[in-house]
């Protein structure tokens, strides 16, 4: 017999599978470094440990030809200006693609490849968004109420490249400017170097 | 520049992807010999060559780390006592899996392996559906009503097998029986050689 069919459940208002392997949570202490303004970083941090996003997953292969897939919740607020995000990454077999479907929340997906292209794209309820092979992605939540919960399907051999996109962080940040979000540049970031 | 990220819409009630390259559509002719009341399918298609199904997909290349990924729209209706479904096929590249993502309606997910293991899986809305590597897979709109409707995502290189499939069709069928959809086996349908 082979691995098996199976079905679970995404269920407004929370969107959490009816079944799942794994449950993912990231807390803020996992992030030093990633946003810009360390001062408040550290200052929250000194209070709580707050829970900035979760994944759940289903259990799958992880070789070519399967299809992990699951649901990304990121939770509402701001590290000073910046809003919660996910950690961000490239996928370790660098050409492979992942689509989003947002199910709810408002926010943006933060792209980039390793020649320092940049693309920021829009999520709400019902945009299915194309991360192609090679751009390293992050979610941003930009609604401080509710969380933004996004579904997602990638190849099953993709794996998480975190470190690449660590050292400098994205070349595109999302901040709160004026009671809006604001697409601005990252003043850490630098051009990769000519190849 | 690579290959760029793209955002598109789906939107109750009909879910058709405010961007798409390809829109194929199957009408009843195309379907000769999938249907077991051949005399019923012969009437029908005397009298009009009506649309069962229609896929709306994204363009992409057709090569491992991409994902193509769109919507079928199975119509509702019946074939004698077998209601309106899709064609159904294995993946060419036959260790590749598929994920369903049910947005509307109500069906089944008819499964099978070469070897003849079989699964039938119920498709409604805010099912998610894994067909793992190797299942060919066929969907069925058990509701006289309304569409059924399907987001899915599988790889680029997969392709699509019809013709194994084809010969004797998948072992179940799913009939109207008193008023209600029944899974039963197809009286065609033989136990493949023993290899």
């Not at 459940?9 to 993912?24: G, Q, V």
Request: net charge negative; charged share 20%; aromatic share 12%.
């Amino acid at each position: 017999m082979k691995n098996a069919p199976f079905t679970f459940e995404l269920n407004p208002p929370e969107f959490i599978p009816s079944r799942y392997d794994n449950h993912i949570t990231r807390r803020l202490s996992a992030m030093k470094g990633q946003y810009s303004n360390a001062a408040a970083f550290e200052a929250m941090l000194s209070k709580e440990d707050i829970l900035l996003y979760e994944v759940y997953e289903l259990k799958l292969p992880e070789v070519a030809g399967e299809l992990l897939h699951g649901i990304s919740i990121v939770h509402p607020g701001k590290v000073g200006d910046e809003y919660f995000m996910t950690k961000g990454h490239f996928h370790t077999v660098l050409d492979t693609a992942e689509v989003y479907y947002c199910q709810k929340g408002e926010g943006y997906m933060v792209m980039e490849t390793p020649e320092g292209d940049w693309s920021v794209e829009a999520l709400y309820p019902g945009a299915v968004l194309y991360v192609p092979p090679c751009w390293a992605h992050r979610s941003v939540n930009t609604s401080l109420a509710e969380d933004l919960i996004t579904f997602f399907v990638y190849p099953g051999n993709a794996g998480h490249d975190y470190g690449t996109i660590e050292d400098q962080g994205f070349r595109t940040l999302v901040v709160e400017q004026d009671g809006e979000p604001a697409i601005v540049d990252n003043p850490r970031w630098t051009s990769p170097p000519v190849k």
